[in-house]
C-alpha cells in the first residue's frame, strides 16, 4: 500500500471514529455495553446520567448494578441464556422493566439488546430509554379510563334509577286510574241496583200491599161475632205478607252491608243437631198445605259456627224450597258433620231450574224463566253465596225441571284461631 493510501484509510478511519464518538456521547439513549461476563465495559454520557454514576464507578462492574435488587437473582438467569445465544431484541417483553439509580432509587425504562464481536470478543450493546413520563402519561390515562368507567357506572346507575322511578310513578297512575274505574264501576252497579231496588220493590211491594189493604178492609166489615173465623183468616193473611215484605227488606239491606263490608264472620261454639231442629220448626210454619219438612243430622253435635250468617243461608235454602215446589211436596234438610267439615243437602221436588238458567242463578237480581208468580227479588241466593264464602265454604246445586233441585253446602268446622288479648 502507498504511503498516500495509508493516510486516506487513515483519514476515513479517523471520521468514522469521530462520528461514533459524537453518537455515542450525544445519544438520547443510554448506552451500555457488557462483555460475554455481563461485566460493564463503557456506558455513555446518557446512561452516567441516567443512572447516576461516574465512568469510572461502573466500568468492571455486573450489570446487575443497575437493575433493582429483587429482580437480581432472576436477570442473572436470563442474562446468561442470553448471552449463550445473542440476538438483537428488545427486553422485558410483556413486562415493566425497571432501573436502579445510584442512590437506590429506581425509574421504568425500556431496553433493547444488540450483541457484537469485534476483535477483544463478543459484547451486548443496551440501549436504555427512560419511560418515567410515558409511564406517568399512561397511569394518567387509565385513571381517566377509571374515572370514565366510574362515571358510566354512575351514569347507569342514575338512568336505571329514573327508569325505576319512572316504571313506579307509571304503576302509580295506573293504578289510581284503575281505582276510577273501580269506583266508577262500583258507582254505576249503585245506581243500576238501586233502580232496579226501585223496580222491584214497587213490583214486589204492590201486590203484598194490596192484599194487606183488602184484608184490612174486609176485617172492617167483618162486625159480626160469628165472622170472627174470617176475621182471623184475615189477620193470618196480614202477618205473612209484612213478614214477606220485611223478608224482602232485609235483603236488600244485607245487600247494602255485603257492599260496604260491614258483615264478618264470627264463629262461635253451637250445638248444630239443636240449631237445625229449631230452625226446621220454625220454618214449617211456611209451608203451603200438605207439604212435609224433614231433617237429618249425621255426626258430631257440635260445630263452630256463625250462627247469624248460616241461619240466613238455611232460611233461604228452605224457603225457596218451599216456594218453589207444589203443595203436597216434600223438603229434606240433610247435615253431615264430621272430621272438621259440615255437609248440608237441601232438597225439595220442586219446578227445577231450567238448564240455560242455572249458570246465572247466584246473580244479583236473577230470576229464572219458571219462576213465574212466586214472589221473589232474585237476591236470595247471593247472598247465600256471599255468605258462604264469609264462612270458607262453597255452595253448589243439582236441579232438573219437573223433578227437584238440591243445594249442596260444605263449611268448614273449625276453631277460630285464639284472639290474644
Ligand atoms: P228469589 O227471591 O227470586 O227467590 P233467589 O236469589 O233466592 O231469589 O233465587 C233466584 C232464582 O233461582 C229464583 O228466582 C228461582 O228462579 C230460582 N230458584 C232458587 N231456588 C230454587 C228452587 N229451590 N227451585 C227452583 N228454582 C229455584
Redesign the pocket.
Known amino acids: 500500500m502507498f504511503d498516500t493510501d495509508i493516510l486516506i484509510h487513515t483519514q476515513v478511519m479517523t471520521r468514522h471514529i469521530e462520528m461514533l464518538d459524537a453518537l455515542f456521547k450525544h445519544a438520547t439513549e443510554g448506552i451500555v455495553v457488557v462483555d460475554k461476563q455481563a461485566n460493564i465495559v463503557m456506558l455513555n454520557p446518557k446512561a452516567k446520567e441516567l443512572f447516576g454514576y461516574t465512568d469510572r464507578e461502573l466500568i468492571g462492574r455486573k450489570v446487575e448494578t443497575l437493575i433493582p435488587q429483587r429482580f437480581n437473582k432472576n436477570h442473572v438467569g436470563y442474562r446468561d441464556e442470553y448471552l449463550e445465544a445473542p440476538r438483537a431484541r428488545g427486553m422485558g417483553h410483556m413486562m415493566d422493566l425497571f432501573a436502579r439509580r445510584k442512590d437506590g432509587s429506581e425509574f421504568p425504562v425500556e431496553v433493547s439488546l444488540s450483541p457484537f464481536k469485534t476483535s477483544d470478543g463478543e459484547f451486548v450493546v443496551s440501549f436504555v430509554i427512560d419511560i418515567t413520563e410515558r409511564k406517568k402519561q399512561e397511569s394518567r390515562i387509565i385513571e381517566a379510563n377509571l374515572e370514565i368507567q366510574k362515571l358510566n357506572a354512575e351514569l347507569e346507575e342514575r338512568v336505571q334509577q329514573r327508569t325505576e322511578e319512572l316504571a313506579a310513578a307509571i304503576k302509580r297512575i295506573e293504578q289510581s286510574q284503575e281505582e276510577v274505574v273501580r269506583a266508577l264501576t262500583k258507582e254505576r252497579e249503585l245506581n243500576n241496583m238501586k233502580s232496579q231496588f226501585v223496580t222491584i220493590a214497587s213490583h214486589e211491594f204492590r201486590t203484598p200491599l194490596a192484599t194487606i189493604l183488602s184484608s184490612a178492609s174486609l176485617i172492617g166489615r167483618y162486625s159480626h161475632t160469628e165472622d170472627e173465623e174470617k176475621r182471623q183468616k184475615h189477620v193470618q193473611r196480614i202477618k205473612s205478607t209484612v213478614s214477606n215484605l220485611t223478608e224482602i227488606l232485609n ?1 236488600f239491606l244485607s245487600i247494602g252491608k255485603l257492599e260496604e263490608g260491614r258483615i264478618h264472620c264470627i264463629p262461635v261454639l253451637t250445638n248444630l243437631n239443636e240449631f237445625c231442629k229449631n230452625l226446621i220448626e220454625e220454618i214449617r210454619g211456611l209451608c203451603k198445605e200438605g207439604q212435609e219438612m224433614f231433617v237429618s243430622y249425621d255426626g258430631e253435635a257440635n260445630a263452630w259456627l256463625d250462627k247469624q250468617l248460616l241461619r240466613n243461608v238455611l232460611f ?2 228452605l224457603s ?2 218451599i ?3 207444589e203443595p203436597g211436596k216434600t223438603i229434606s234438610l240433610r247435615v253431615k258433620n264430621w272430621s272438621g267439615l259440615i255437609r248440608i243437602e237441601v232438597q ?1 221436588q ?4 231450567p238448564e240455560q ?1 242455572q249458570g246465572h ?1 247466584f246473580d244479583r237480581f ?3 224463566n ?2 213465574g208468580n ?11 253465596q256471599n255468605y258462604i264464602e264469609l264462612m270458607g265454604g262453597t255452595v253448589r246445586f243439582h ?1 232438573e225441571v219437573g223433578l ?2 238440591t ?1 249442596f253446602v260444605e263449611l268448614p268446622n273449625r276453631e277460630p284461631a285464639s284472639v290474644k288479648l
Open positions: 235483603d233461604n235454602l225457596n224450597a216456594k218453589y215446589s225439595d220442586g219446578i227445577g231450574i238458567d242463578i236473577f230470576r229464572a219458571n219462576a212466586a214472589q221473589g227479588t232474585g237476591l236470595g241466593l247471593n247472598i247465600v236441579s227437584g233441585s243445594f
